[in-house]
């Protein structure tokens, strides 16, 4: 019995360690607490260029050029999702732990509570929230914004071995002076190596143009690269980490804009029983 026993744990210890693919799916599941922490960094330098005369009243206005702003936050959450019911939902609740801005206004104020819906196999459906300190429209666009996350985080279920890789294209709108302008993210996740029931994935993102201002001509191109780990016992993403950087040109009738921006993204989590 005993080296019955031995030739098992022998088969299962070769087994996970000679793994060489993963069924990539990325979802909340039932009865989990997930301990969240989101770290965005950003720096914009824009600069003007145009005549001497354009010099001089940017130099009257007291307005630098270039002009760079550098921005930061980290937002601590809690998701606690409940018992299954119906064979597939189950009850799903987002608490703000800590937030944090470099900014005067903090968009996520500490103690706010979002609720939802969560789904086997999809990202969940957030329907109310609840903070005494924010008016009817901030939790609309809370909401809204939190939604737009979760649709970015949310992989269709595949297959992939190591060396593979797959993409996925996300579109972003930058509005600017009363226009929008269209530009498609693709990432490409290529998976590297599998150990200690961890995925891990290298990221490259891309961003081009798709759709140009009605008001002047603009041009912007940009990318970036970082890393992405799967905790496969629990189908979700335990760390994200992206640094990107895009360049973007306007140029007007009587000057043009040179705007150059570089972005962090870091998001952690830890997966408990609940």
């Not at 009817?136 to 666009?141: A, I, L, M, Q, V």
């Not at 009605?214 to 970082?226: H, I, R, Y």
């Amino acid at each position: 019995m005993k080296k019955i026993l031995f030739l098992i744990s022998i088969l299962q210890f070769s087994l996970l360690y000679s793994q060489d693919e993963i069924i990539l799916k990325g979802y909340y599941s039932p009865q989990k607490k997930y301990n969240q922490i989101i770290q965005q960094t950003s720096e914009t330098t824009l600069e003007y260029i145009g005549s001497e005369e354009l010099r001089e009243n940017l130099k009257k206005k007291n307005i630098q050029n270039p002009t760079i702003t550098n921005q930061s936050s980290t937002n601590e959450a809690v998701v606690f999702t409940g018992k299954l019911y119906n064979s597939k939902n189950f009850p799903l609740k987002m608490k703000f732990t800590k937030t944090t801005n470099s900014s005067e206004t903090t968009p996520i104020l500490e103690g706010t509570e979002i609720y939802g819906t969560g789904t086997i196999g999809e990202m969940p459906k957030l329907d109310s929230i609840t903070s005494n300190r924010m008016d009817e429209n901030s939790k609309k666009s809370i909401l809204e914004s939190l939604q737009a996350t979760f649709s970015q985080l949310n992989f269709p279920e595949r297959k992939i071995k190591i060396g593979e890789s797959f993409s996925r294209k996300s579109p972003l709108s930058i509005p600017i002076s009363g226009d929008t302008i269209n530009i498609s993210m693709n990432s490409s996740f290529k998976l590297i190596s599998i150990s200690n029931g961890k995925a891990n994935l290298d990221v490259v993102v891309i961003f081009t143009m798709e759709t140009n201002s009605s008001k002047f001509e603009v041009t912007a191109n940009g990318q970036g690269k970082g890393i992405m780990i799967y905790d496969i016992k629990n189908n979700f993403i335990s760390k994200y980490e992206t640094d990107t950087e895009m360049n973007m040109y306007f140029k007007t009738e009587k000057f043009d804009i040179l705007m150059k921006s570089k972005s962090g993204y870091k998001q952690k989590v830890e997966i408990f029983n609940n």
